[in-house]
Nanobody, 126 residues
Framework: VQLQASGGGLVQAGDSLRLSCAASGLSLSTYAMGWFRQAPGKEREFVSAISWGIVVRTDYADSVKGRFTISRDNTKNTVYLQMTTLRPDDTAVYYC???????????????????WGQGTQVTVSS
């Protein structure tokens, strides 16, 4: 099982990036998915989550609400995080994660995710 996060980079404040998380070895269509980030010297923090099922629900940390959008494409076995209006305090390594949960369930806790990607660096300059 592997989650491959990609799409990070160095951008200026106000720019946009789209992160991707592609899975191999498991079907994401029945997993709750999440994005987390970790800045130097800080703990890993929740960014966004998306449920699975007929009706897909999403959740966001207050710090990114209105700027970031999480989505999933089960046909591509991939989850995305569209980030707009990036700020310097968004600088971090971003991780995607997959967790087993009942359909429609959103997961915020790090410990509730069983699979993690390797992380992709996002650096936002002022």
């Amino acid at each position: 099982v592997q989650l491959q996060a990609s799409g990070g980079g160095l951008v200026q404040a106000g720019d946009s990036l789209r992160l991707s998380c592609a899975a191999s070895g498991l079907s994401l269509s029945t997993y709750a998915m999440g994005w987390f980030r970790q800045a130097p010297g800080k703990e890993r923090e929740f960014v966004s989550a998306i449920s699975w099922g007929i009706v897909v629900r999403t959740d966001y940390a207050d710090s990114v609400k209105g700027r970031f959008t999480i989505s999933r494409d089960n046909t591509k076995n991939t989850v995305y995080l569209q980030m707009t209006t990036l700020r310097p305090d968004d600088t971090a390594v971003y991780y995607c994660a997959a967790g087993r949960a009942k359909w429609g369930t959103l997961i915020r806790g790090v410990e509730e995710y069983g699979y993690w990607g390797q992380g992709t660096q996002v650096t936002v300059s002022s």
